[in-house]
């Protein structure tokens, strides 16, 4: 029976406290009854989790249809039966009794006494959730309320955290499993030590640093950005420590789980889908995992070997080491001496800084008077901001072992590392080397055809990797424009030092790609490798990227809608060409409109190959734990089950298309009140026959060919992002139908579901909360989450 159904027999049967949010003292719940908070969002009454034949008392969601329970008194000690009654005794204690009213249960267990003039406890369930035992009628002075003793949700207005004057930590324990609340192996509390932070307990132990609070975020959550959705407040002042959040929007239902397996998620309710979807999941990749390198080394989940050392440090038992056992993690390699005159520190960027249990604070440091105060202390190993907002402020300093950090692709602090003079004269010089030898070196490379040659020359200084020659980053690295000796613009990427990648990688990586010829793949010139520096060289393309120009008011005017068919043609034969034509098959993974470069007349290039797969001869389908890309772009089997083949590169070919035809960014694209993206903008406009009233106001379509090109291509890019990739055409077919006139097949509803099991949602990548396709295309994309049948 669903619990509508149940409230509606309970109240009409039984009128005493059923339809009432309070109970008095002289009232009692017996099973069947039900409290009801004001607004009918939250009911408090005897429930069966799922299959379970145990009777537990608890609140859930009445205005969902799913069973959603979010707390539980009687955690300890199931009922078997259905004799259980809460009452109120006689020290104003709320208490769960069975049968004859034999053995306890459960007790809110306060042990204030009653002012006993006024010893008239009421009970009442507020609409928050909250289940509040005053100690009055009058409702004044709360005696125990259930949100003090979280179970395995956090609610809207609930603390997470801990309270300095009483000792109690508001945390949470999950469920053995989904239909049995009793209290599972799996905690998520705040650890008090050093600078305060989130972790995730197993039988114990750490399972997931979620980290200290950023001044934004967590520090171990880049994706934590959904401020569309959610405000978030985090105090640490004398009296407490406490993170709480609420929705921007009343009728934006989400809850924070923490389930069995250690993982937590935020939960929106999709009412169109009857299902909670996740907005982020965490631990998500195996970097998560606490101290999953051991101490004093770094965890880079987009690297093949995910550990590295930090610097400075070499592997403990470099035979485990190598064979990927990285437990022992790393040490301070022999006859380094970190503390005489003239060391300093090493700046290691976007990280989760690590744990700071051991971290000694002062909040009322600036980032260069920690910088002193670290270097003053021989014992200091490393130091970072406490808060990461603008230029960073307070002072974070470890003296023992650092444990647990881990690079992000997208977000994170700036960790300071101690290093020897040997090592900060390396880096510096290395990085003047590299920068001499490049313009001599390209010279060579190019005519011994990619052959690895750094000859170290002295030439006259340039400043290839300043500023003003950048012309963009990416996740992987910086990109700048430098000019050979002959006078030729070359494109310069500089991967990131960090980057991780083993040089014989490297190596086969760049010879493949060298070997691509296409006209419409931006060409490889050469690379230098040299220590740990990296670099690629590519043809310099003079207008930049189509982003410049489609997204640019004045810009797009260049682009009329020939020049702009003319760029997705181009774009689609490209992609022929990697997915077929090559001998190698290629899967771009991060097709968007920043990675296709345009040369002097326009013709587009597609560039960024630093995410590329390349499949064996038959080998069409693959699965990354990790999922890279940009969010907009990316097909849902790839963003939230990262399976990746040739049909999500159709999928973000179909994205890009439509923002060729709309002007709009699909990462901006935010329909407040449809909560529908582009791709769910598009279709719309598609089923009620509006779709011109997508297309770009910056074009003028003069005659009604381009028109109908127009609705052509929409049509196609609607194919594109079909949910189903047997749905989605191969490259190829997109070619021909944009350059043939025939009947096209007709679209269903796309998916367009851009969030879910481990979707991140950096700064940069923001988009709507455009999730909400229709119930069948969730279901088949998410795992559903039910909490506790
Ligand atoms: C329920 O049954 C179990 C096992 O039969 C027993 O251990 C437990 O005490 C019972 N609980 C109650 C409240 O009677
Ligand atoms: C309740 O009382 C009745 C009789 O007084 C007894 O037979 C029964 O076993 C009791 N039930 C429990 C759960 O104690
Ligand atoms: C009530 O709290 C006291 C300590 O404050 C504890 O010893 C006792 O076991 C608790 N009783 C119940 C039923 O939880
Ligand atoms: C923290 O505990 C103290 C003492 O029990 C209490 O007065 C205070 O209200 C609590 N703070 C919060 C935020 O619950
Ligand atoms: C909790 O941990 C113990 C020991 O690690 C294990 O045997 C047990 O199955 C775990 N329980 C659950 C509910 O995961
Ligand atoms: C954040 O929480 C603290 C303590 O709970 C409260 O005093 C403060 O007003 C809150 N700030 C915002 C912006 O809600
Ligand atoms: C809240 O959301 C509803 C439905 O999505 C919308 O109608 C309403 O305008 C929103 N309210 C605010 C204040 O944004
Ligand atoms: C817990 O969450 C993870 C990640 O979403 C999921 O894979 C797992 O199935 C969940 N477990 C349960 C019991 O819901
Ligand atoms: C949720 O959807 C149901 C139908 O599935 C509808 O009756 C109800 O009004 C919707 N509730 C809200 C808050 O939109
Ligand atoms: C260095 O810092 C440690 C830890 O704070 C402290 O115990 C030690 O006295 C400091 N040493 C000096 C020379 O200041
Ligand atoms: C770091 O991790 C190692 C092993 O994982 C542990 O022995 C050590 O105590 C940790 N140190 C700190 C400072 O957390």
Known sequence: MSFFLLLLFLSLFRPSSSSSDTLSASQRIRDGDVLVSGGGQFAFGFFTPGNSGSRFLGIWYAAIPVQTVVWVANRENPLNDTSGVLSVDFQGNLVLRSGNGSSLLWST???????????????????????????????????????????????????????????????????????????????????????????????????????????????????????????????????????????????????????????IQPLNWVNQSRMWVPLYTGPSDPCDYYNQCGPNSNCDPDMNNMCSCLPGFEPKSPTNWYLRDTTDGCIRKKGVSICQSGEGFMKIPNLKIPDTSVAIVDLSLSLRECDQACLNNCSCMAYASAIDLGAGSGCLMWHGDLNDSKTFSGAGQDLYVRVDVALLDRQSKNKINVILSVVVVMVLILSVSFALIIKRR????????????RLGQGGFGTVYKGVMSDGTEIAVKRLSELSGQGDEEFRNEANLIAKLQHRNLVKMLGFCLQDDEKILIYEYLPNRSLDTFLFDESKKLVLNWRKRFDIATGIARGLVYLHQDSRLKIIHRDLKASNILLDATMDPKIADFGMAKMCGGDQNEGKTRRVVGTYGYMSPEYAMGGLFSVKSDVYSFGVLLLEIISGKKVSSYYDEDSFTGLVGHVWKLWEEGRCMEIVDDSMELDDACSREEVLRCLQIGLLCVQELTTERPEMSSVLFMMSNDFCLPLPNQPAYITRGDGIMLGNNARIGPDIYADPASVNEVTTSTVLGR
């Open 109 to 263: 267990n306060v042990s204030l006494p009653l002012v006993p003039s006024s010893s008239s406890p009421m009970v009442r369930l507020l609409d928050s959730g909250n289940l509040v035992l005053y100690e009055n009628v009058d409702g004044n002075f709360i005696r125990w309320q259930s949100f003090d003793y979280p179970t395995n949700i956090h609610l809207p207005s609930m603390r997470f955290g801990f309270n300095k004057t009483s000792g109690l930590h508001w945390s949470f324990t999950s469920w053995r499993s989904y239909d049995d609340p009793r209290p599972g192996n799996c905690t998520y509390k705040i650890d008090t030590t050093g600078y305060p932070q989130a972790v995730i307990y197993k039988d114990g132990t750490p399972h997931f640093r979620v980290g200290s609070w950023t001044g934004s975020r967590w520090s171990g959550i880049q994706e934590m950005d959904h401020s569309y959705i959610l405000r978030v407040n985090f105090t640490n002042d004398e009296d407490e420590i406490s993170f709480t959040f609420r929705t921007i929007n009343a009728s934006f239902t989400t809850i924070l789980e923490l389930n069995n397996t250690g993982t």
């Open 458 to 469: 002295r030439a006259a200084a340039t400043d290839n990797f300043s500023i003003a020659n």
